[in-house]
RNA sequence: GUCCCCGUAGCUCAGAAGGAUAGAGCGUUCGCCUCCUAAGCGAAAGGCCACAGGUUCGAUUCCUGUCGGGGACGCCA
């Protein structure tokens, strides 16, 4: 697809072609090599480059003097006539107006593309896996993996607009003390609920404050929704032998005869799997009110051997990057070595074998720029791995799987853990190396790219919600997305994306409940989609007055300035989307939005007096309507790319809106 | 202590591969519905882009340092 800005630059490119013919240049400049940008000043023409200071060394010569000379080249190279004017400015700038022909092609790119406009080749076709979420299966999500999710999500979306291949992929934690003790908590309802009636099981459900079951682990997790899900599982199966007075949760001897597959661990009895897939339903859940989906589900099961996935052979991918990884001496058996300043652990002088493997991210050959501060634990002192193995398995697997790139979105307070990660990678690219992979320099740090989310702080009427000590923990997204729904369907839906989106990734978000179901401006959600339908009526309005807006309009009629910025808006959309993408910055395509809705709420006003976009004016009228059918589309491709639905109509949301 | 992120209008935040007179919303003040959605528009006021050096034709943007705010440094995940 070819854009108006692409055919500018292929003009500036050509120019400088010839420039090179006649001397004035040593070497040509590539068409993406020319930088355009909208001036700020109506004044400094419709777009401008500043092309001549980057050459002028070259030129040896004056940035200004250079501009001179581009002026004539331009117009030399311009057969098509799409410029108008060319002149210098300032100290080298060179501006370019565009003739109506040449904006108004814009126009026709949109019609042309329809849905496509705004997709580019930037991305080049590159594979990337983009891991996103992730939340551990052990409770509902809550506001900040929601940010997370909206995110990704809109980055795939934005990616793969821009021609990168793109995977989305979820991380279940399925294995490991924190599954192990939503096993326990579970079970302890169950034993709890299993003895009474249906009646008697919903009354015990509601009570509040809510009973714990006796015995019921101090650091078990405590929300009503565990018990809930035991209801659930009581509903789904038979747990018999849970319910065996004998019991206890200890016990692996008596977990071990009641459950032939059981391996010895609190994470692999049947009661834990059917936790955790009860979790996963319900995040599953909370991700499709959303309208997020994955194209895999990765379960850390595979990587321990505890299963496979497509049912081949169970393969302990953990055990042996652990293995490898010592015989390259990138592991070793010990204390982790003492952090500088701290004084070294004094304990216990255990044999060689109880003693933990510690991954050597301190070393001296590694980069500085990966290395750590101190050795981490792969295996503890018992032979489990810890996450930090498991996780070390799981991206060496996503290597291997030939992905060019890595994209991992993670909430801010795991930074810390960024640089230790890609310092894995390097670690077994070196490894591949020494073990004579061919492929091994696929495995590097700088292929792993991670994105930090940071906090959103829910608000109602500008004050903090009042929440748990671990802020964010316990407003659950599903909580919110509901507050926000107001009589719209979808609204909810579309106000969170949007409000999550309206932020950079690594900037902290105040969410407030009251805005984000509010119809005015503090709300850029309907502020956008209002101007869509706005949009959207014009042309009905128009259609029953027999004004169909055809294909093929002559669009010379399209004489105002405001009409001109708004081509230019719309020729600048392509731009923006292959920007959001490269600098995985989707935030972007919501300011994109609301600046053009701004600009055609105001074309509108001024307008609607004296020069309406429907007159008596045929070919006016057609050419207006063509104009609003290609913004129309523009915004709808920009909120598609926000996963945020685009109406044709807004009906009156005034109930929804009284509050309290 | 080590490391990371952030300091832009009264408030919440955009912007910057180094470029011309730094933007938006909210809030404040003043206007605009006989009319395709006023869920809107127009105008005014509001800034030493935290501070100090450096790089250069040019720095709010890049580099270094200082100050201020937040965060990370588990045999948790």
């Known amino acids: 697809m070819t854009t108006l800005y692409q055919r500018i630059r292929t003009l500036l490119s050509q120019a400088s072609t010839l420039a090179v013919e006649r001397g004035v240049l040593p070497e040509p400049v590539a068409v993406d090599d020319v930088p355009l940008d909208r001036p700020r000043q109506a004044s400094h023409g419709d777009l401008a480059t500043n092309l001549c200071f980057q050459l002028a060394k070259a030129a040896k ?51 042309r593309e329809s849905t496509g406009y705004g997709q580019s080749e930037v991305g080049a076709g590159q594979r990337v896996l983009l891991e996103f979420v992730s939340a551990n299966p052990t409770g509902p999500m809550h506001v900040g993996h929601g940010r997370g999710a909206v995110l990704g999500d809109a980055l795939a979306r934005v990616m793969r607009a821009a021609g990168y291949r793109v995977e989305t992929e979820y991380y279940i934690n399925n294995v490991g003390n924190q599954v192990s003790k939503l096993g326990e ?153 003492a952090v500088e300043g701290e004084a070294p652990d004094a304990d216990e002088e255990g044999d060689k074998a109880a003693q933990p493997l510690l991954f050597r991210g301190t070393s001296e050959e590694m980069p500085k720029p990966f290395r750590d501060g101190k050795d981490r634990v792969m295996l503890r002192g018992d032979g489990r791995p810890t996450y930090f193995a498991a996780d070390i398995a799981y991206h060496d697997d996503k290597l291997a799987r030939g992905y060019d790139h890595l994209v991992n979105i993670l909430g801010a307070d795991h930074h810390g853990y960024v640089s230790r990660l890609k310092g894995v990678l390097h670690a077994l690219g070196d490894l591949r190396r020494k073990e004579g ?105 128009a259609a029953e007055g027999g004004q169909t807006y055809a294909p093929g309009t002559a669009l010379d009629a399209l004489q105002l300035d405001d009409e001109r910025e708004l081509g230019m808006l719309i020729a600048e959309f392509p731009e923006v989307v292959a920007r959001a993408a490269r600098g995985r910055e989707p935030h972007l395509i919501a300011y994109y939005l609301m600046e053009a809705c701004r600009a055609f709420h105001g074309y509108y006003s001024r307008h609607k007096a004296d020069d309406r976009v429907i007159t008596d004016d045929r070919a006016k009228t057609q050419a207006r309507l063509a104009m609003v059918a290609a913004l129309k589309q523009v915004i709808a491709n920009g909120l598609a790319l926000l996963g945020v639905t685009a109406p044709e109509r807004m009906v009156s949301l005034q109930e929804g809106v009284t509050e309290e």
């Not at 250079?66 to 057969?79: C, G, I, M, P, T």
Request: glycine share 8%; net charge negative; proline share 5%.
């Open 185 to 337: 908590s579970v079970w302890h309802w169950l034993r709890t609920l299993a003895p009474l009636n249906e009646a008697e099981r919903a009354e015990r459900l509601v009570e509040e404050p809510l009973r714990l079951p006796e015995g019921f682990p101090e650091d078990g997790y405590r929300g009503r929704y565990i018990a809930e899900a035991a209801a659930e599982l009581l509903v789904d199966g038979t747990w018999d032998h849970a319910l065996d007075p004998a019991a206890t949760w200890a016990d692996d001897t008596w977990w071990a005869q009641r459950e032939p597959a059981f391996l010895g661990r609190g994470d692999d009895r049947a009661v834990t799997k059917a936790a955790w897939r009860k979790m996963l339903q319900r995040i599953q859940a909370d991700l499709a009110v959303l309208d997020i989906r994955f194209d895999r589900w990765f379960s850390e099961r595979w990587l321990h051997g505890l299963e496979s996935p497509e049912g081949g052979l169970p393969v302990d991918a953990v055990g042996a990057v652990c293995q490898r990884l010592q015989m390259a001496d990138w592991a070793y058996r010990g204390e982790p070595a």
């Open 61 to 111: 010569s004056n940035p200004r003097a250079l501009a001179e000379q581009f002026v004539a080249l331009v117009k030399e190279v311009d057969h098509e006539g799409w410029i108008s004017a060319a002149e210098v400015a300032g100290p080298g700038f060179l501006n370019l107006r565009l003739s109506p022909a040449g904006w108004q092609s814009a126009l026709d790119d949109v019609r």
């Open 437 to 541: 992979d061919a492929l091994a320099d696929r495995w590097s740090g700088d292929r792993l790219e991670v994105l930090l989310v940071q906090m959103v702080a829910l608000l109602r009427d500008g004050k903090p919600v009042p929440m748990g000590k671990r802020s964010g923990e316990f407003v659950t997204l599903r909580e919110v997305v509901d507050e926000v729904t107001t009589a719209e369907p979808g609204s909810g839906r579309d106000s969170v994306r949007f409000i999550f989106l309206t932020r950079k990734a690594d900037a902290q978000l105040d969410f407030d409940l009251e805005v984000a179901r509010r119809t005015t401006m503090d709300n850029p959600v309907y502020y956008v989609q209002y101007g869509h339908a706005r949009l959207a009526s014009i042309l009905v309005r």
